[in-house]
């Protein structure tokens, strides 16, 4: 081994990192191709000494499973429970990939009864790494590696391949001459299923394994790595990298990168292109021109927009803790093209070892405001837009242990780091792993089309390759602009190639739609109309002013001419908390929905119709009347619970089958008025009597039916009050008033309960000399 200064190497170790589990955005219709799996073929290039080999397993569901490495006879059972982290560790110093250009069986097999996710830890003191398991169903047969280059200091860029199936032969051309494998020229080998193979270059700097193409007849696992980077040459410590590179049907074309925190003279970037004359551009500016597995790199200190014109893999690196003289030391980060942003995840830091750890979010700037960390609402102020690009980054802080980032409908990007002395992790915080390089076409339909408002629109996007063969899992994005933003959304394509998404129209007018993979889209139109007469509430203005009425189910749009027969007026968008500011007369329906209460509040209120599940609230110096020529049943009228108080009830209803029925509890001020119509007390109401006036029953020229109970209030001081009540030819008080009976009923007491009795009351009455607080009353007749 060459000797080095351990001052290059880290001081710490990464001692445990759980890997997220990402789900499924709930707009999606499909789940997208990611991380999570039930079969995975794994390995580790070698570290710079023998590590401590560990994978962390996690699922959404119960589940049971094997670790196992046929070419050693080692196997260990593992079980997951939803929430924890189960940990296997492996046997140390036997299977790491440390000889070159030589076919091993150290492949580790991985399977389960249920989706997990995996990940792979390499921990050596002062050289740790680790790196996202991808399982064996979205693995490929097109590669090019990506780690980083030698630097005279550790010279040992990597990589490591295991087979996945018997009889796969690998091609691989090598970018520098390594052993006998020479430099451009393309060489064959052929692996078993679980056979690994290890290509590591030691020569001087800057020989780099980087662009190394790598092709195979069946699908096939590759890990880019080095066994201690310095990034960039010439400044230190070293570092071990690793990471489980996708096949290059799942790079992308436009990417958005966000600083890492704490760093003051950025970040270094690599772009490797999968196809010649690959043109890349860093903000609107093209920096290179690639042909396949050539790359740039470059230093990115600002939050940057990323394109290509054909599909690149972009790395973040943090750079050696010298370069900028913070706590900190190198990593590699693959970061997501935003056609495989996800669109929610749940990560986790290191358990312990760091001291500063954080997590960058790129989301659309739509989503600004609704994102949230751990359930907590993500500040729209920590976020920065980032030029034109419709995205905004932010750098939040984050504690140790588990988090999770959710809370919008559109998909966003996240990713995890942290630091401390001379040690680092970086990873992208979960992603999907679609074909997205092989997406030539999208057609949307139904291209136009029209429909009213509160109704449902599906649309469906087909996503083909250049062959017009479907694609599965394929992120499709929704936008769209007019009448209704607010109802973007996604969703993945299903083994047909078609990605649905359906959204509710609340606004009339005309939406703009484009669905999009990447920057292929298609385009749409949707043509949302008014119902006829129907108006809603806007969230502020007098209800009785056809100004704070509109069409749409905001409240926006043409307004209502006035509040007459044959419209509808939906209360809406105050919270279920309507007030009166004057006296309102709607000859039309007025729905008032459940859960909602209007309020009078001392102003005459007038109805022909209302609908809803929602109550009034009256008081003692409110008015309802309830009136209309059409006949019919006004139905129940139902107060909110304390606020079954008017001054005055008006019944004005003709027409066939003309009636109303009391609900709730109601109790009358001033005067109870039957004009026309038959009013159902349902042995609801009450005619009040206080100190400033009794109730009254105007001439009654409709029908009353049902018990009412009838007040009269005494004075203090006042010996007695003149009752009475009117009577009919030989009817007694009892039968035509308390009781409704007539001379020959069987029957004296049809209404058990109704009578007249004084109240308990004090001796400053007068007149009723129980002690305040007794149950009993002076007098009863019943």
Not at 163 to 172: S, W
Request: overall charge neutral.
């Amino acid at each position: 081994m060459k000797q080095f200064n351990s001052s290059f190497l880290k001081n710490a170790f990464l001692a445990f990192l759980t890997l997220l589990f990402v789900f499924a955005a709930p707009a999606a219709k499909a789940q997208a191709p990611d991380s999570k799996g039930t079969d995975f073929w794994l390995t580790f290039p070698g570290n710079l000494s023998p590590g401590a080999l560990t994978f962390f397993i996690s699922g959404d569901e119960n589940t049971t499973g094997t670790v196992s490495v046929p070419g050693t006879g080692f196997s260990v059972n593992f079980t997951v429970v939803p929430g924890a982290v189960t940990s296997v560790a492996l046997p140390t110093g036997s299977l790491e990939l440390n000889s070159s250009d030589l076919i091993e069986k150290k492949g580790i097999h991985i399977v389960s009864g249920k989706e997990v996710t995996v990940y792979g830890l390499n921990r050596y003191q002062y050289t740790t790494d680790a790196y996202l398991a991808i399982p064996t169903d979205i693995l490929g047969t097109s590669y090019i590696n990506l780690g980083y280059k030698n630097t005279n200091v550790v010279n040992s860029t990597q990589f490591g391949i295991v087979a996945t199936q018997n009889a796969t032969n690998v091609t691989i051309t090598p970018t520098v001459t390594t052993g006998t494998r020479t430099a451009g020229v393309p060489y064959t080998i052929t692996l078993n299923q679980g056979e690994t193979y290890l290509l590591r270059n030691t020569s001087a700097a800057p020989a780099d394994l980087s662009g190394t193409i790598i092709t195979s007849t069946k699908p096939i696992a590759v890990f880019g790595s080095m066994q201690c980077a310095n990034i960039p040459q010439g400044f230190v410590a070293c570092d071990h990298i690793v990471e489980q590179l996708p096949p290059t049907t799942a790079w992308g074309k436009n990417f958005i990168s966000v600083p890492l925190k704490t760093r003051t003279k950025g970040d270094t970037f690599r772009f490797l292109a999968s196809a010649n004359n690959t043109t890349v551009e860093v903000n609107g500016s093209i920096v290179a021109t690639l042909n396949k597995g050539e790359f740039f790199e470059t230093v990115l200190a600002t939050s940057s927009q990323i394109k290509s014109n054909n599909p690149i893999l972009v790395s973040q690196y943090s750079n050696s803790s010298s370069y900028d003289n913070v706590t900190s030391d190198p990593f590699m980060m693959l970061i997501t093209p935003y056609e495989q942003y996800l669109g929610n995840y749940t990560f986790s830091t290191p358990a312990s070892g760091f001291s500063g750890n954080y997590v960058n979010v790129v989301a659309p700037t739509a989503a600004v405001g609704a994102l949230k960390l751990d359930g907590v609402t993500i500040p729209a102020a920590s976020f920065t837009p980032i030029g034109s690009t419709g995205f905004s980054g932010a750098q939040v802080d984050i504690a140790l242990g588990s988090h999770t980032l959710n809370g919008s409908n559109l998909p966003f990007g996240i990713f995890v780091y942290g630091y401390d002395s001379y040690d680092s992790y970086g990873y992208p915080g979960g992603m999907s792993l679609a074909p997205v390089a092989s997406v030539t076409t999208v057609t949307v339909a139904p291209a136009t089309g029209t429909g009213a408002i509160g109704t449902q629109h599906c649309l469906q996007a087909t996503v083909k390759d250049q062959n017009g063969n479907p694609l599965t899992g394929i992120r499709v994005d929704f936008t769209i602009s007019g009448a209704n933003p607010g109802s973007t959304g996604f969703a993945n394509t299903n083994s047909s190639g078609v990605a649905q998404y359906c959204y509710t129209g609340a606004n009339a007018g005309t939406d703009n739609i484009v669905a999009s993979v990447g920057t292929i889209t298609a385009n749409a139109q949707f043509v949302w109309t008014a119902e006829p007469n129907t108006y809603y509430s806007k969230p502020t203005g007098d209800l009785h002013n056809v100004l704070s009425w509109g069409v749409n189910p905001d409240g926006s749009g043409t307004q209502p001419a006035d509040f007459g027969a044959g419209k509808t007026f939906n209360l809406a968008n105050r919270s279920g908390n309507y007030i009166m500011t004057g006296n309102w007369t709607v000859l039309g329906t007025l729905v008032n929905p459940s859960g909602s209460q209007l309020k009078i509040n001392g102003y005459t209120l007038s109805l022909t119709t209302l609908t809803g599940a929602g109550t009034l609230t009256g008081s003692t110096t409110s008015s309802l009347i309830i009136a209309g020529t059409g006949g019919g049943n006004f139905g129940n009228i139902n107060f909110t619970s304390g606020g079954g108080m008017l001054k005055a009830f008006t019944l004005n209803r003709s027409g066939t089958g003309a009636a109303a029925t009391i609900g709730t509890a109601l109790g009358v001020y001033d005067v109870l008025t039957i004009t026309s119509g038959a009013l159902n007390t349902g042995g609801k109401l009450t005619l009040k009597s206080t100190a400033t006036g009794t109730a009254r029953v105007a001439p009654v020229s409709g029908t009353i039916s049902g018990n009412v109970t009838v007040e009269r209030y005494i004075p203090a001081r006042r010996a007695w009050r003149l009752m009475n009540a009117p009577v009919s030819g030989t009817q007694t008080v009892n039968q035509a008033w308390q009781e409704g009976v007539t001379t020959a009923s069987p029957n004296p007491n049809p209404a058990p309960g109704y009578g007249t009795y004084v109240t308990v009351g004090s001796v400053a009455n007068g007149f009723d000399q129980n002690i305040l607080g007794q149950s009993t009353s002076s007098l009863k007749s019943f």
